[in-house]
């Protein structure tokens, strides 16, 4: 019996070294593994400032395509009127020709 409490002994400052070996590895790993997860969630973050600048950078764009359409629907009607005013103003000439000879 005295040599299995002998045993015993020895064997216990082996275990309680090997379960803090065991742990030191395990809070490492952890610490490794917080680091990666911490590195992730700022890369996401940026991820996120990214896309809302591109959102705001897409309806920059869209606002000035719809002035842009805007613009384009006005200079038609300018054109439009334009076209009126010289198939007119031709038709005077035509007149005053007339009148003339």
Do not use: W
């Not at 379960?19 to 593994?33: A, P, R």
């Amino acid at each position: 019996m005295a040599k299995q409490k002998m045993a015993s002994a020895e064997s216990q400052p082996r275990f309680g070294q090997s379960v803090k070996g065991l742990l030191s590895d395990k809070v490492g790993s952890c610490s490794g593994d917080v680091i990666a997860l911490t590195r992730q969630v700022l890369k996401g973050s940026r991820s996120q400032e990214l896309l809302g600048q591109a959102a705001r950078n897409m309806v920059i764009q869209e606002d000035a395509i719809l002035h842009s359409e805007d613009s384009l629907r006005k200079m038609s009607i300018i054109t439009t009127h334009l076209q009126y005013h010289v198939e007119h103003s031709k038709n005077l000439q035509d007149q005053l020709r007339h009148l003339l000879k």
